[in-house]
């Protein structure tokens, strides 16, 4: 089924970058559901389903790769017009590589889906309608009217955002790296420091403080920058900038636990430190943040380290629009108390349906499994994308979602085999299931960890070796051919030029 | 003497290129000068000469190219850290290129100069001192102090500013295309409107309107962008938005005069606007736009156009450093009736020097040569760099700048022909010769023309021949190996995978 699975989106896909918006040569789709007729030109009958998708991160970008759009009506609602290849962000903040090599627009994703530049602001799911905005401004430089989007299956997948955590200064103050275009301007940022320390005049510890960079937050990302960041001073700075610069430069990375990357194993973290150390990273471990001024990071010790940029991922919050729903929905409230932070996600069941909704999927990091929770990951999201557009593709209805509640069914086909899952009439959804393939993660100094814990397979690497794989990794995922080459051809010109220090 | 020149400067330009930072294979350049010694690491000494120069455009660059660095202790001041190729800005707005492919940074176009990220806000033409403000802000928000820098000789090129001609609305209500940073937001806004006009229920008329795209000025700025932008419409817009979308887009062109690109003959201004037409864009002639509104020009009679997008490209003004100084300066006022604005350039004689100031250097758009006025083009100013470099390089003391004043003077040396220009103690230096390499534009549909005219040589051309020849001598004429390698994968990008759409 797996298998199938595969060769059936493959199918889709071929026949969708073949013959973008041709409805003719659908037969390998239409034979895959078993229905052997061709589908008609028209593009709304009683058979199409109207899907809302909000979001273009990993979760929609997977789903509007696999949906079948001869069979459904997609809607693609995101104040971002592209999907953006996330853990490569730190490395575009220094220039390893750029912007547009990680991003691919939703039109180009899928030219059959309709996308719209807005934000969902509520999700009515009695009357089944998203009141949206508009995400730009009229030449006025006012907002356009709001307005209505009618569907008949709603999926969830707007990730999340920076958070605070309650820290004062945090939005004045850091930069994010959340965002394509919180990387732009981290990236320019870390530049004119460098500018600034030149200046004539500029004192010996005024040239310490603003070449100083301060890392919060000992995930993926915080370390992936430190370690890019380190490169760079060690690499190009160097070439470009005078010893009296390059020998002030410092890297310090915070972390309020006693460990960093916490989802790998702990003799993995203890390489990850080792490499932060050898490429001049100095890492503060248990140490908390109690505020941020301009230029200025205060530790709950009362100890303050002044810098010249303060890059701020030491966590995430719910968007206002799962707050909403989440809020608006009785049935949510049973599992708040199984969460840290009340209302921080939606509670979904195995078949990744909203609990207490209606025909509402939910997915990636705005969504969270009951009882099993999973990590925040593109990995997890991507392969729910790709679960929900399976779902729908088979005709699935969803229904209700709630672990009291029958799973999605739809009406049996010829084609079914008669031990499939249902009394031989209906067939039921297999509920998600999520394929860890390993962990990831780039430590600086040509260096990268990778664990894979599958059955019984249990790998764990370091080092350099573990950077090619990382390489051969993420370039073997970048979503489409023109992301492959573009993401080559960067590394390749870093290597030969070096990153590139011009501002605008 | 040209070819040795030439020679000179290569052999200067490939020991930098070789060993950027070593100070003792400079018998080249010592050679070169007839000294035969070698020079010594001292950064200061009264053999050497502090150069001053301000920008970073075609002028300053072509200048810290050729400047011998080993004589010269060297000031970039310029709030812009990198060169721009300007002739390719029109291209970048619509993502034909990419914006880094079109800079180099200052200090990688020669390391061995000190780059001032500054606003020179006056110059002391007595004093010999520069009076400096960062350009860039603090962590605290505020630009830092300001700051002196001392010369003995100062090479003013900081080009000119975008203009409104007292036409209201131009500043808040249009895109300049000057600096990369309009191209950055020009692109952005490009691509917004077409979402804005997908929009669910965004009107016809709306539609019709955001997707309609005025330029004003007909000179190479306005006519590339026009002519990319309608290539962008026919060949990638097509492919990413809905056929009502591609019907509804129009780009206007509006000229005062009854011709575009008036510096070319005049049967290729008519090929030209034969090719905007047959790429879609509407030329209006002899239409003087009275004022700019929101999404809205007027023009003198009275007609509105209603548009999503205005771009300006209508004039350039003097910078205010320029008009501080040509005011502080009692002799550049009898220049002043020779221009049609006064103030508006610096005048200079012709050896580049500003009349009436003692050792300063004017070049490029922001400086106006007596009674054989030069075009305000990036090939004047690339010259003008390269010769302000070269006068430098031979130690020619420059003097007071005036038609009334003796010419920049050197002392003989003993490799110096008996019959060179001077009494035998001293040698005048020749005056600047600008060397025309003719005339490039592109007018949109993979056409361009091309005019050259130099002694007897006369060739006109136009149409998709040219067009190869536009893009062979802009590809040479990049500035760097890595400015060629960029510019010819973006090319090719393009031509395969389209121009992205992804907005940040």
Redesign the interface.
């Known amino acids: 089924m797996q298998l199938e699975d595969t060769l059936g989106d493959a199918a889709l896909i071929l026949r969708r970058s073949l013959s973008p918006v041709s409805y003719d040569d659908s037969l390998l789709a239409t034979t895959q559901e078993g229905e052997g007729g061709r589908l008609k030109l028209r593009r709304s009958s009683a058979a199409r389903r109207t899907v809302l998708v909000v979001g273009s991160g990993w979760a929609a970008h997977a789903l509007i790769k696999v949906i079948d759009t001869e069979r459904h009506d997609v809607y693609v609602v995101s104040p971002?017009?592209?999907f953006c290849f996330t853990p490569m962000l730190p490395s575009s903040a220094v220039g390893t590589v750029?912007?547009?090599s990680l991003?691919?627009?939703v039109?180009?994703s899928n030219?059959e889906v309709v996308?719209?530049?807005?934000n969902v602001l509520e999700l009515d799911t009695q009357r089944k309608t998203a009141l949206?905005r508009?995400a730009?401004a009229?030449?006025?430089?006012e907002l356009?009217?709001t307005?209505e989007?009618a569907y008949d299956v709603a999926v969830l997948a707007p990730g999340e955002q920076s958070a605070t955590l309650g820290v004062p200064g945090v939005a004045e103050?850091s930069f994010y790296l959340k965002?394509?275009?919180d990387a732009?301007r981290l990236r320019k940022r870390v530049?004119?420091c460098f500018?600034?320390a030149?200046?004539?005049?500029?004192s010996e510890e005024d040239m310490s403080t603003?070449l100083h960079f301060v890392v919060v937050g000992g995930g993926p990302t915080g370390v992936e920058f430190a370690g890019t960041l380190a490169d760079y001073v060690r690499r190009d700075v160097a070439?470009?900038?005078s010893r009296a610069i390059v020998g002030k430069v410092k890297v310090t990375l915070i972390q309020s636990a006693q460990t960093i990357l916490s989802q790998f194993a702990k003799n993995l973290q203890g390489e990850a430190l080792a490499s932060l150390a050898g490429a001049g990273v100095e890492v503060r471990l248990g140490a908390r943040v109690s505020r941020l001024d301009?230029?200025c990071v205060t530790l709950n010790t009362g100890e303050t380290l002044h810098?010249?940029?303060i890059v701020w991922s030491a966590g995430n919050a719910a968007r206002p629009l799962v707050r909403s729903i989440s809020e608006s929905l009785h049935a949510q409230r049973a599992f708040e108390a199984d969460t840290a932070r009340p209302g921080l996600k939606l509670a979904v069941d195995p078949w990744l349906r909203v609990v207490g909704a209606q025909d509402v999927l939910a997915l990636g990091d705005a969504s969270r499994m009951h009882g099993a929770p999973l990590p925040a990951t593109a990995q997890v999201a991507g392969q729910q994308g790709a679960y929900a557009a399976r779902l729908l593709n088979r005709r699935f209805d969803l229904g209700i979602g709630g672990l009291d509640q029958p799973p999605p069914w739809r009406a049996a086909a010829a084609t079914d085999a008669p031990s499939s899952n249902g009394d031989g009439t209906v067939v039921a959804a297999g509920p998600f299931d999520f394929l860890s393939l390993g962990l990831l993660a780039y430590v600086g100094n040509d260096s990268a960890l990778t664990q894979l814990d599958t059955g019984d397979v249990h790998v764990q690497l370091s080092g350099r070796f573990a950077f090619l794989l990382w390489r051969s990794v993420y370039l073997t995922k970048q979503v489409s051919l023109?992301n492959r080459?573009?993401i080559l051809?960067d590394w390749m010109?870093t290597r030969?030029?070096g990153r590139?220090?011009?501002?605008?």
Chains 1, 2 share one sequence.
């Open positions: 971002r017009n592209c750029e912007f547009r991003l691919e627009p039109r180009v030219p996308y719209v530049e807005a949206c508009p730009i009229l030449p006025s430089g356009g009217p307005f989007i103050h965002e394509v275009s732009v530049a004119e500018e600034l030149s200046l004539p005049g500029t603003l070439r470009t900038y301009a230029g810098c010249g940029v023109r080459v573009l051809f010109k030969v030029f590139d220090i011009s501002q605008f």
